[in-house]
Structures are given as C-alpha cells and as structure tokens.
C-alpha cells in the first residue's frame, strides 16, 4: 500500500516561497509509470493540479503557474518537493499530493492534505 504524507509550514507570508515536502512510502518514486504530482484546492473552488515529476524525474507544471513553480525529489529519501514563489493570499488552500498512475490514467493515491494560510 503506497502511502503519501505532505509536510511544511501551514503559514506564510506574502511574498514569502512556500514549502511543502511529500515523503512517500510502499513504493519509489521511481517506479515506472509514476507521476508525483501537486495539488492544490483553495476555499470554495476547485482542485488545481500545480504540478507533478514522473518517475524519471522530468517535471511539468500548469502553465498559470509555471513562472513561481518548482518541483524536485530526492529518490534517496523517497520524496518529492514543491516551492511556490512570490506567494500572496490567493494561495491560501489545501496541499495535497498524489500519485498519478499511468497505466489506468487516474490518481490511485493521495495525502491527506495540509492547509497552507498566507498571510501577515
């Protein structure tokens, strides 16, 4: 059972980057067909995808957001990174990361989510 847990600050100020680690366990990252990706949901919309970083390690962002974006790993811990630059309030929602499986074209594992405020 792969499990996903994001870890980071639940407050940030403005203009400040923002954080957030997922340490993933019962699977590698590196795992064939694996995409590790970032998900955000601020309050009263819509989940967003940010982000994600396959298994060989190549990234791809949401182009709204690929200018304050970047996402890393480190495959000897077995986690993944996510930075948010120049934050402001609008990014204030729930993180989560998940596992996008490209064999069934789905999301088969999530974390459970952190709150991220940004605020002074």
């Known amino acids: 059972q792969v499990q996903l847990q994001e870890s980071g600050p639940g407050l940030v100020k403005p203009s400040e980057t923002l954080s957030l680690t997922c340490t993933v366990s019962?699977?590698?990252?590196?795992?064939?067909?694996?995409?590790w990706t970032w998900i955000r949901q601020p309050p009263g919309k819509e989940l967003e995808r940010m982000g994600a970083i396959g298994y060989s390690g190549s990234t791809y962002y949401s182009p709204t957001l690929k200018s304050r974006t970047s996402i890393s790993r480190d495959t000897s811990k077995n986690q993944f990174t996510l930075q948010l630059s120049s934050v402001t309030p609008e990014d204030t929602a729930v993180y989560y990361c998940?596992?996008?499986?490209?064999?069934?074209?789905?999301?088969?594992?999530w974390g459970q989510g952190t709150q991220v405020t940004v605020s002074s």
């Open positions: 998940a596992r996008w499986w490209a064999l069934t074209a789905a999301y088969d594992y």
């Open positions: 019962g699977g590698s990252i590196t795992t064939n067909y694996a995409s």
